[in-house]
């Protein structure tokens, strides 16, 4: 797999890419996205709390569920699982051991036409990793017959290799700051990539937005466009003993007072969408009992609550977005007598400042910020991120790695502070990783 280009790593250039050459793997490898019916989630937020609170309400449907989300928080492994139980090593090795052979057989027979059934050789390389990734996840499902694939956008969605499956429900989360330059316009050019995962006749979901954003969605031809505010409403939306309280309208019920296992309001927004998108796919109103699947939801590394006296919260928002949310569930959901420490690690193609202003409400200009640099290609490093942090007239402190910084906040940490690590998923992904090998 280390021989494939990793986009996720470099954030290479997205412009020429095509989809011809995942529909080519698939088609060696049977096209197994043609057995099943798939949910297909993008947005700049919200993507895998959606997935997780979708596949919810199809397993208590009795569905046997595939899930494919990215990035994993720990382990490769999370990325892909049937009935909430991710993919084992030795499965995981056979799919990927298989898909070896059927690259390299690829690669030395181009004009054989197993791929493309044209007998021409297409000149294209090496499937990405993101490819061959998505790939398995694709054949895994076909081999476990699920009845559903939910599946979460890698990057985007035009051209994201997830966008091959069979959707029925294409989902659009929310339109945020995240991979682009910020230059005018960019909400409409942002839109336009993902609202390619809106194949014609398709059911399209999209949470709130503004009118033109939604004005783009219709110009791919949904079947039925279904648009938050106006076709389903989150009527209300209130804090509970470990997550919200829901009251949602959609095109087919009323959905009253519904708990949602997910801390914050945005996780609210979430539920919603996932209700109506699954309402639309079940074609009917849907029981109290299967609602009740939404109160067992759990989803590593958003806003997730690891420990408590002190605090310890592990979220992987990466965005200016997804830190205010961050920062507004702790100030909303949670009383915080002592110091907030936060732990931050963050990728340097973000909107440093932005997100570092994201901080502020929950009380960042009280409270210390200990800057550190998960182990990955485009992490900021950690001085960088300090120099940052005090240009804004807060304290930093500098950590070696993700370990330390964890160390050090829970080493000075009292049972009335918070210690909330975020910034990027790799960060969260470290941090949660180091917590549990200690049993912390």
Known sequence: MDTHINLEATAGDTRGLSLAPMRELLSALGDPQADYPAIHITGTNGKGSVAALVAALASRWGMTVGTYTSPHVERINERMAVGGDPISDPELAELLSHLRLVVDHIAAHPGSGIHTGSGLNTGFGPPSWFELVTAAAL????????????????????YDATNVVNSRVA??????????????????????????????????????????????????????????????????NRPAVGGRLITVRTPRARYEDVYVSLFGAHQGDNAAVALTAFEALAGCVLDEPLLDGLGE?????????????????????????????TAATLRDQFSVSGAIIWVIGIMRDKDLDAMLAALEPAGARRNRVICCAPRWPRALPARDLAAAVRNRGLDAEIADDVTGAVDTALASATAK??????????????ARFHMAAHDR
């Open 139 to 158: 054949r895994w499902f076909a081999d476990a017959a699920v009845n559903l694939a939910v599946v979460e956008v890698g990057k985007l969605g035009r």
């Open 171 to 236: 989902v659009i989360t929310n339109i945020g700051r995240d991979h682009t330059d910020g230059r005018p316009g960019w909400e409409a050019e942002v839109m336009g990539e993902k609202a390619g995962i809106i194949h014609p006749g398709v059911t399209a979901v999209l949470g709130p937005m503004a009118p033109e954003l939604v004005e783009i969605a219709s110009g791919e031809s949904p079947g039925d466009l279904l648009v938050a505010g106006e076709h389903f409403e989150l009527e209300e």
């Open 297 to 325: 939801v759990t989803v590593p590394a958003r806003f997730e609550v690891v420990a408590r006296r002190p605090l310890v919260v592990i979220d992987g928002a990466h965005n200016p977005d997804g830190v205010a949310a």
């Open 417 to 430: 502070d918070a210690v909330v690590v975020t910034g990027s998923m790799y960060t969260a992904g470290e």
